[in-house]
């Protein structure tokens, strides 16, 4: 016979209702004395009103960068989460492009940026976005009704499934430090930066640099 860990607690969970209620209190690190339910990982529920479209549905000409066009996303987050950098990186070219957010990165307001960054885009390079599952992509929605892109989630807790973008925004802390007041920060700043970034030349690209890889692209339009 085999006893489960869930059967182990739920035994002392049990116990913690009669006298022993302040001595396990005590000794479990929680200090909770009612056991957490524990949902299984295909019964939780999503985070968001509008269903996710998984990265696991995302097509396969995107997963091999075989077509351009195609974005990975993410904020970088300032002092005390108050501020933000939209941070997004061509899959097939690794360009950068970076959006400012001085007030806040609540959902509409990273809905708008990202908005204005995508549709600035040439058409052709305008073919989905992937991001993970933070509160600020609530209005995905929206966003896709807004530009034509569907947006691709990421499993939970599995950063690797964006790992271009993951790069990008430790090459990134560079110029923005973890703890800092990211509204300093103007358009201009941001500019400059991904111009910096965009002007690397990478060993993926056979040495070529982003910003020379994405205008062949542009010019082949």
């Known amino acids: 016979m085999r006893v489960s860990t869930e059967t182990i ?3 002392i969970y049990v116990q913690a209702r009669g006298g022993l209620k302040r001595e396990i209190s005590d000794a479990l690190r929680t200090g909770r004395t009612r056991r957490k339910p524990h949902r299984a990982p295909d019964a939780r529920q999503s985070r968001f009103r509008d269903p996710m479209i998984m990265i696991s549905d995302r097509p396969a000409d995107i997963e091999d960068r075989a077509v351009p066009g195609h974005w990975e996303g993410d904020l970088i987050v300032g002092e005390r ?3 933000a950098i939209i941070t997004l990186v061509e899959r097939q070219t690794r360009y950068v492009t970076l959006g400012h957010l ?7 307001e990273v809905r708008d940026v990202l908005t204005a960054l995508i549709t600035t ?10 991001w993970d599952q933070g509160a600020e992509m609530a209005e995905h929605k929206k966003f896709s009704i807004e530009t034509g892109l569907p947006v691709y989630f990421c499993d ?8 271009s973008n993951e790069n990008t925004n430790g090459l990134l802390r560079q110029y923005f430090p973890k703890g800092r007041d990211l509204s300093i ?3 201009e700043d941001l500019e400059l930066v991904a111009q910096r970034l965009n002007g690397r030349p990478r060993k993926t690209l ?7 890889r994405l205008a062949k692209l542009v010019l082949a339009d």
């Open 156 to 163: 939970p807790a599995s950063p690797w499934q964006r790992g």
């Open 206 to 212: 056979g040495w070529e640099t982003p910003a020379q």
């Open 185 to 187: 920060f103007g358009p």
């Open 102 to 108: 001085p007030a806040g990165h609540t959902a509409p």
């Open 9 to 11: 607690y739920q035994a």
């Open 121 to 130: 885009l040439p058409g052709h390079l305008q073919g989905s976005l992937t």
């Open 81 to 83: 989460n108050k501020t």
